[in-house]
T-cell receptor, first 111, second 115 residues
Framework: GDSVTQMEGPVTLSEEAFLTINCTYT??????LFWYVQYPGEGLQLLLK?????DKGSNKGFEATYRKETTSFHLEKGSVQVSDSAVYFC??????????FGTGTSLTVIP | DGGITQSPKYLFRKEGQNVTLSCEQN?????MYWYRQDPGQGLRLIYY???????QKGDIAEGYSVSREKKESFPLTVTSAQKNPTAFYLC??????????????FGDGTRLSIL
């Protein structure tokens, strides 16, 4: 069935390090892809999205490119800050209402 | 500002008691969802509703019930049949415009604990 697989966490980085969080998906069609961020004690916030192959979503220095050939949507940031410490979720959705979320990757950035 | 409001932020349940979590949205979204999140884990779908007066079970509906009498509201009741209700509950909504391109929008959650 349709699903999303994220890299296992937790991830710990020093401030200004480069971040990659891997996300791959399994789908029978062409879904839209999303990254959400969850800060402690809060709900999920949309970080970025891409709706078709080769689209690049970007926001707040984060980027992810929809790669159909590798069924991937990896999240990257060139220089992380302490304030980026959170849990990151990859998700996919098809027409209709079903959303599929990954299990989340916890990121801690240390000064 | 448009958004999703969940209340209360913290809730305590006694043994054998039913409790209801509130979710209200003013985004004019047709679809609404309830998820359960356990520590260090992802989201599990409890129930969802695509239109008023209609809802479907998700992956872990046992021990929960919902209603959708108004477009803006989608309350979740955690019944006494749910033996392990301690978790963080998230409500979300989504526009059904333009097919699959629309993201889900989330409230700030309700943390439910057993007394």
């Amino acid at each position: 069935g349709d699903s999303v697989t994220q890299m296992e966490g937790p991830v710990t980085l020093s401030e200004e390090a480069f971040l990659t969080i891997n996300c791959t998906y399994t789908a029978t069609g062409y879904p839209s892809l999303f990254w959400y961020v969850q800060y402690p004690g809060e709900g999920l916030q949309l970080l970025l999205k891409a709706t078709k192959a080769d689209d690049k979503g970007s926001n707040k220095g984060f980027e992810a490119t929809y790669r159909k050939e590798t069924t991937s949507f990896h999240l990257e940031k060139g220089s992380v800050q302490v304030s980026d410490s959170a849990v990151y979720f990859c998700a996919l959705s098809f027409a209709g209402n079903q959303f599929y979320f990954g299990t989340g990757t916890s990121l801690t950035v240390i000064p | 500002d448009g958004g999703i409001t969940q209340s209360p932020k913290y809730l305590f349940r006694k043994e054998g008691q039913n409790v209801t979590l509130s979710c209200e949205q003013n985004l004019n979204h047709d679809a609404m969802y309830w998820y359960r999140q356990d520590p260090g884990q992802g989201l599990r779908l409890i129930y969802y509703s695509q239109i008023v007066n209609d809802f479907q079970k998700g992956d872990i509906a046992e021990g929960y019930s919902v209603s959708r009498e108004k477009k803006e509201s989608f309350p979740l009741t955690v019944t006494s049949a749910q033996k392990n209700p301690t978790a963080f509950y998230l409500c979300a909504s989504r526009s059904r415009d333009r097919g699959s391109n629309q993201p889900q929008h989330f409230g700030d959650g309700t943390r439910l604990s057993i007394l």
